[in-house]
């Protein structure tokens, strides 16, 4: 089973700041490559798909979200906070044969 | 629009069986062939792949959870199911169906999430 590491956990920033979520495979899969995803969550609701093949914005999501990576090492990044993005981001990989795995979350928070 | 909407118990006791269905509407859960899937989300935690099934049947399961878990389909009522035996206090979790971003990719993202659904395990 490939495991996912985010960091940090939390994430402390104010709105119009930078963030940057990062989320470590603990193997190199090949096809991990264009098969890996970034969701936000807020409470009491489900995962919303950001991003998927690691690049790829999913349906209505701005363009202030984008991923990026490659072998191990995936990135989300929002380029300016809205008061809206404070949630939690996971990411996910689905390029496993035996099984789809998700990270543990980073909380975004406002400072 | 698909929409995923789980119901079933919301408590459980130890050693008994979790029963959940999912029903999809705005769409058949024959069209194109995707694999409709159960996930959970453990309290203060992350989220964990159950398992999927295909239209025609042809479940698969997470490895970890394999020797206790069923999904089946009833293309009849439109909804899909999910059975987990001998749940423990581990097993308390939120439970979700969701559906594939592709049709007939087994693991995907998932673009199509019911609300969830709270269980609670406990005499």
């Known amino acids: 089973e490939i495991v996912l590491t985010q960091s940090p956990g939390t994430l402390s920033l104010s709105p119009g700041e930078r963030a940057t979520l990062s989320c470590r495979a603990s193997?190199?899969?090949?096809?991990?490559?264009?098969?890996f995803a970034w969701y936000q969550q807020k409470p009491g609701q489900p995962p919303r798909l950001l991003i998927y093949?690691?690049?790829s914005r999913a349906t209505g999501i701005p363009d202030r979200f984008s991923g990026s990576g490659s072998g191990t090492d995936f990135t989300l990044t929002i380029s300016r906070l809205e008061p809206e993005d404070f949630a939690v981001y996971y990411c996910?990989?689905?390029?496993?044969?035996?099984?789809?795995?998700f990270g543990g979350g980073t909380k975004v928070e406002i400072k | 629009q698909v929409q995923l909407q789980e119901s079933g118990p919301g408590l459980v006791k130890p050693s008994q069986t979790l029963s959940l269905t999912c029903i999809v509407s705005?769409?058949?859960?024959?069209?194109?062939?995707?694999?409709w899937s159960w996930l959970r989300q453990l309290p203060g935690k992350g989220l964990e792949y159950i398992g999927s099934?295909?239209?025609?049947?042809?479940?698969y399961y997470n490895p970890s959870l394999k020797s206790r878990v069923t999904i089946s389909v009833d293309t009849s009522k439109n909804q899909f199911s999910l059975q987990l035996t001998s749940v423990t206090a581990a097993d308390a979790a939120v439970y979700y169906c969701?559906?594939?971003?592709?049709?007939?990719?087994?693991?995907?993202?998932?673009?199509?999430w019911g609300q969830g659904t709270m269980v609670a395990v406990s005499s």
């Open positions: 969701a559906r594939p971003l592709r049709a007939a990719y087994r693991f995907d993202a998932f673009d199509i």
């Open positions: 705005g769409g058949s859960i024959w069209s194109r062939g995707y694999y």
């Open positions: 099934i295909y239209h025609s049947g042809s479940p």
């Open positions: 193997q190199s899969v090949s096809s991990t490559i264009t098969s």
């Open positions: 093949g690691t690049s």
């Open positions: 996910q990989q689905y390029g496993s044969s035996s099984t789809l795995t």
